[in-house]
């Protein structure tokens, strides 16, 4: 489909030009969003007067842009997420997150494409994120990842030389526990022997006494 693009649409068209687009990107974008309008033969005899008004848009857009720019540049934003005793969040901070926190301070209207994050954030701590407002304007935002919910993270299950000497003081706890078990097997042993020969005197008093002789 052939369309006039009412504003400059970054890296299709600028305003006032003619471009021939795909008929579902005509419908379903450019024209809903009033960006651009079909070729008809009224829209190309008012191209003259579209194309100035697309420079005066866009001179327009580019100085609120700026405005934009000043206002936000060098704000800091908090964004609260869980994260382990090593600092590691569980989950990630995205451009998404960035943009709907940046909105809801400064009450502007920016969209996530415009949060130049290569990658979400991983990690607590402060980092600094380009706002590309425009082709001609930027600005820069401090983002920083506190933690609301930090999971304590048990490091004798981490290291594995921990959790050998681990296994060893069990071993060794175990070890300790059957030494103590025998020796009161062996006392009750004793003491079992012990009844038995009192058991055994009271029985046969002659041979008590004849042993007794004996070792006299």
Known sequence: M????????????????????KNGF???????????????????QKITKLSRQADTERMQRLDDMKQLSEAIDGTEIMI?????????????VT???????LNEITGQSI??????LDNPIRDLGSFNV???LHADVSATIKVTVTSGDTI????DLE???????????????????????????????????????????ISNPDSSAEEASEKE
């Open 95 to 101: 451009g998404t997150m960035v943009a709907d926190a």
């Open 159 to 201: 290291d594995p030389g921990n959790a050998e000497i681990a296994s060893e003081s069990e071993s060794e706890s175990e070890s300790e526990s059957d030494n103590i078990a025998a020796d009161v097997i062996a006392s009750e042993e004793d003491a079992v022997e012990g009844s038995d020969t009192v058991e055994t005197a």
């Open 2 to 21: 052939k369309v006039v693009f009412l504003e400059d649409v970054e890296g299709v068209a600028l305003g006032g030009e003619i471009k021939e687009v």
């Open 26 to 44: 005509a419908r379903n974008y450019l024209i809903p969003q009033k960006l651009a309008a079909p070729a008809t033969h009224n829209n190309l």
């Open 111 to 116: 969209e996530r494409r415009l949060v130049q």
């Open 80 to 92: 609260e997420m869980r994260a382990g005793s090593n600092d590691r969040l569980y989950g990630s």
């Open 152 to 155: 304590e993270i048990d490091d």
């Open 130 to 132: 380009p706002i590309r």
